[in-house]
């Protein structure tokens, strides 16, 4: 599959062979990578909701920072690990795996039903502590088989039978009002104010929150030069979070063609309803989708599948997550791919 190579001011830039820009009416922006750097709250909050959940079921587990990241990256990469709250679940298994089975069986004799997330975390108090060191290269192997089908290709290569009881005490699934994983992730994350706008609980764990680390990634000046197109947001993110860090920028976005899909869990990426749903709601005839994940791409392709004239922009530098994010891009026929979200003016007014 060929790419025409742009030189630009912002970098190069490339448009798959075949690809039109021509009518483009609308943009539909993801957030986290694109618009906004994240690295040092989600990627962070990742790691530090592990790091507690560990310390108070586990003991003391010992692995490196950069192995969690890698795996992180390997399942956001996979194409079905859009939502953190899924990649740490998996982390958080690989460890239970790895406990002894004298752990597993007082864990499997543990009882937890019926109390809240808080509750459950004291009641893991009396469980036996290990100190455990954990291999990299395991864990990367562990999570080498996630794909798009997100937990199912995790889960299908597991054998423990005591998987299912750790499974129901994180409950991460019923959100922060019975889920233990969610509800410590979203207090580090959010902070207490905001955990508590959000969700309306009131926090008991009482950290700051990391979203006050959150960057702006796209200049206001980019935002004024696309104001001609019709602009629309479309990411896994809350409303409350995505409003917190772009600040007055929302003001860019139309209302009508904003999607959070925390608050509306209905339709997640990859599922290309969620991105059907915004194109009807504009009623435009052609439009991009600008993202930074495999599955931004495979949403935008499978609309695509659906009927709709849309287009998938990749940003594919300038975090350092995003090594081999270009080749990836390309091995799966991304319609354009650019450095950062600030270069897409000029490639519009190019080749647009």
């Known amino acids: 599959m060929g790419y025409r ?9 490339y448009l798959r062979e075949g690809a039109s820009l021509e009518g483009v009416e609308a943009l539909i922006f993801d957030v986290d990578g694109v618009l906004i750097d994240s690295s040092s709250s989600y990627d962070m909050a990742v790691l530090k909701t592990y790091e507690y959940l560990c310390s108070r079921l586990f ?7 950069d192995a ?20 740490l679940y998996v982390m958080l298994l690989f460890t239970f795996q790895r406990m002894p089975l004298s752990y597993k069986e007082e864990f499997f004799r543990l009882e937890f039903e019926g109390l809240d997330p808080y509750e459950r975390l004291s009641a893991a108090s009396d469980l036996p502590k290990f100190e455990v060191e954990l291999l990299e290269e395991e864990l ?5 088989n996630a794909d798009s089908r997100g937990l199912r290709s995790i889960e299908e290569k597991m054998k423990d039978r005591y998987l299912k009881r750790f499974r129901d005490f994180l409950d991460y699934r019923s959100g922060v009002w019975h889920g233990l994983l969610p509800y410590v992730f979203d207090e580090i994350y959010y902070g207490r104010e905001l955990f508590e706008e959000q969700h309306d609980v009131k926090p008991r764990l009482g950290f700051e929150g990391l979203i006050r680390f959150e960057r702006l990634l796209v200049e206001r000046e980019t935002l004024d030069r696309l104001s001609r197109f019709r602009l629309g947001l479309l990411t896994g993110r809350s409303r409350v979070g995505t409003y917190r860090t772009l600040g007055e920028l929302v003001g860019y976005f139309e209302e009508a063609a904003q999607a959070f899909s925390e608050d509306e869990p209905r339709f997640k990426k990859p599922d290309p309803r969620i991105l ?4 009807k709601r504009l009623k435009v005839n052609k439009a991009i989708y600008v993202g930074d994940s495999m599955e931004d791409l495979l949403m935008v392709n499978g609309a695509r599948g659906m009927g709709f004239d849309v287009l998938f922009a990749g940003v594919y530098e300038g975090l350092g997550y995003r090594d081999g994010r270009l080749e990836l891009f390309m091995e ?13 003016p000029e490639v519009l007014k190019v080749v647009g």
Do not use: H, T
């Open 68 to 87: 969690l990241l890698k795996a992180l990256y390997r399942l956001r990469d996979s194409g079905g690990f859009n939502c953190d709250w899924d990649s």
């Open 332 to 344: 799966n026929g991304a319609d354009l791919l650019i450095p950062d979200v600030n270069s897409l």
């Open 276 to 279: 059907a749903l915004q194109l």
């Open 140 to 144: 990367l192997e562990f999570v080498e």
């Open 59 to 65: 003991g003391r587990i010992k692995i490196g920072k």
């Open 5 to 13: 190579r742009l030189k630009l001011r912002g970098g190069y830039s």
